[in-house]
């Protein structure tokens, strides 16, 4: 079952032989060695001396040893570090440095061969064929199905053709290739995992009106992105050098690991990020609006390394310290993990988990150029930074760390001007002074956020990349990119990715889809009592709650929320299912959540 190609494929320098492909190696050994001649010739005498002189046994000897290579260690980490042969150490790819490229680097980067093959004959046990495979210097890096609506296919038969057709134990497609995409005319999906029919894709799209797809392309198809701006030479070498990565396993980081490709929307806020910081320095802030099921911890962690090597068009570095806000250990980690994969030298990232002393040390420290530090620790942060004023930061503000107890709740109180005590008590001194409660929920890390640099005020060595699902008006303000329209200065997000576009994508529920009212609820308890299931107890006690009318209403209520969610709820998605709960206004929410706590301890 194959589709029609569906337009150019910009990559590289040529269109691949596919008679050149080794189905059984897993490599196109024309390419590699045309690169390896172009870009190392002496190394590989060397070698070729090792071997006895012989070229034709070499290049298959050489062809062996990185074969197994590639099957012990992975595409990824050998197309980065290269291949030891005999004592001599062969690369298989060049990446421009993230600054400086000089001459010679140019020169061996230009070289890199980068090619499409159409048709490719990957399995040697069949006479089967791949519609697309891209190879860097010969090691085919990405697999793709491509259909065309004009043939009554879509990228739905291309994703069912990976499940159902494509051997997931194939080395091309199991061993080499990082990444398969399944692409039509109108979208496309990818997944770094082939399992059979457990694969699961992952949408690749830009959105379009704030949801799932893509927008209309008047110069092609909508898919046009993917072989125009992805799959482009440049952005194509740099995602494989400096996006993609291995999450760390049990055992370290083996290549068994799950291999991390961007998705689309992350890619193109950190690029954006990027660019923007390059050409315009510090002292900007940036909103990132991206919803729960978006990938912040990546998003973040691609970001904090990018701009800690960042350096604008004089090659003067934009930031000497990139300071990540969390609280989060799962961030932590994937900091740690991510940026071990890029960086050579131990201490570029730094948790600070100790004193104040420690985070002082890391800020006026070479070092450390990420530091990762706790929301308790932000005033300190903001008043060492303005003690270094030579010195420029960039500060990523992650909201998903909130924490309602302990020091977080204390510093809340304080930015608030809460008087501390019971919940209760705060309640009713906020809602006597009529202050933001009412209109807005308090969130520890936005409104400590908000009280730092609203009080400051922006700062020209400093810049604020706050990341946030639902951003408060001020957060908005201050974070936000200004937009003159015509009914006035609006604030925006310099990029968004929707809760519209996680759930038309999948990777959040709709958790108001299917949500039932209390009076609903309480109508489909109390069947009529000619039906079997009908249970006179269960009704009554349903009627006596909802028409309760005193002062413990809201609790019977939460009594009613809870034993729902544990008996008809908890036990969905894996037993990790979540539950809203929808109210008249934020106080009423607010309410709720004092009468829901007694669940909770």
């Excluded at 609006?289 to 934009?318: E, P």
Aim: charge should be neutral.
């Amino acid at each position: 079952m194959h589709g029609g190609y569906v337009g150019p494929v910009k990559v590289g320098n040529a269109q691949g032989d596919p008679r050149d492909f080794d189905a059984v190696r897993g490599l196109d050994t024309a390419e590699l060695f045309a690169f390896i001649g172009a870009t190392q010739a002496d190394v590989w005498e060397q070698l070729v001396i090792r071997y006895g002189g012989d070229r034709d046994a070499a290049q298959a000897k050489f062809a062996d040893r990185l074969a197994k290579v590639l099957d012990d260690r992975g595409t990824i980490e050998v197309l980065r570090n290269g291949v030891q042969d005999h004592g001599v150490t062969i690369r298989v790819a060049y990446f421009a440095p993230a600054h400086g490229l000089n001459p010679d680097t140019a020169v061996r980067y230009e070289a890199n061969r980068l090619t499409v093959t159409r048709q490719l004959p990957y399995d040697p046990k069949s006479n089967k064929t791949l519609d697309l495979c891209l190879f860097v210097n010969g090691l085919p890096v990405a697999t793709a199905e491509l259909k065309t609506h004009l043939t009554g296919q879509t990228a739905q038969d291309a994703m069912k053709q990976y499940r159902s057709d494509r051997d997931p134990k194939n080395t091309t497609l199991s061993r080499r290739a990082v990444v398969h995409f399944a692409v039509d005319t109108e979208v496309a999906w990818m997944t770094t995992r082939l399992d059979g029919s457990n694969t699961r894709f992952l949408s690749f799209n830009q959105g379009r009106d704030n949801g799932a797809g893509n927008p209309a392309n008047p110069d092609g198809f909508r898919t046009s992105y993917l072989w125009e701006r992805v799959w482009q030479r440049d952005a194509w070498m740099d995602i494989l050098g400096r996006f993609m990565h291995v999450e760390p396993t049990d055992k370290g980081m083996a290549h068994t690991g799950a291999v991390i490709f961007p998705r689309y929307h992350q890619w193109d806020a950190v690029l954006k990020m990027e660019a923007h910081a390059r050409e315009h320095g510090a002292g900007h802030n940036y909103l990132v609006q991206h919803s729960a099921g978006s990938g912040k911890s990546n998003t973040i962690a691609w970001l904090a390394h990018r701009l800690s090597n960042l350096h604008d068009a004089g090659d003067t570095k934009v930031f000497n310290k990139v300071i990540v806000i969390t609280d989060r250990v799962v961030l932590d980690r994937q900091l740690q993990a991510t940026i071990a994969q890029f960086e050579k030298v131990s201490g570029v990232v730094q948790k600070i988990d100790e004193s104040s002393q420690q985070l002082a040390d890391a800020l006026e420290g070479e070092q450390a150029r990420i530091i990762i530090t706790t929301i308790q620790k932000f005033p300190y942060v903001m008043e060492k930074i303005s003690e270094l004023p030579d010195r420029r930061y960039a500060v990523i503000a992650d909201e998903a760390h909130s924490s309602q107890s302990g020091e977080t709740a204390k510093d809340l109180k304080k930015v608030l001007g809460v008087t501390q005590g019971d919940p209760v008590a705060a309640l009713a001194a906020a809602e006597a002074r009529e202050i933001s409660l009412v209109d807005e929920v308090p969130d520890p890390v936005e409104d400590k956020l908000i009280a730092e640099v609203g009080a400051r005020g922006r700062q020209a060595n400093l810049s604020f990349f706050a990341f946030t699902a639902t951003p408060k008006a001020k957060t908005l303000e201050l974070f936000g990119t200004r937009t003159d329209t015509p009914d006035g200065l609006k604030f925006r997000a310099f990029h968004l990715y929707s809760m519209r576009q996680a759930i038309e994508e999948g990777y959040i529920h709709d958790v108001l889809a299917n949500y039932t009212t209390y009076q609903t609820y309480w109508n489909i308890e109390k069947t009529v009592e000619g039906d079997p299931e009908y249970d006179p107890g269960k009704a009554k006690a349903s009627i006596a709650k909802y028409v309760s009318l005193h002062e413990h209403n809201l609790s019977q209520k939460a009594d009613i929320i809870i034993n729902h969610f544990r008996a008809n709820v908890a036990k969905e998605v894996g037993g990790k299912a979540k539950a809203m709960v929808v109210t008249a206004s934020r106080l009423h929410a607010l309410r709720y959540g004092l009468a829901l706590r007694r669940y909770c301890d």
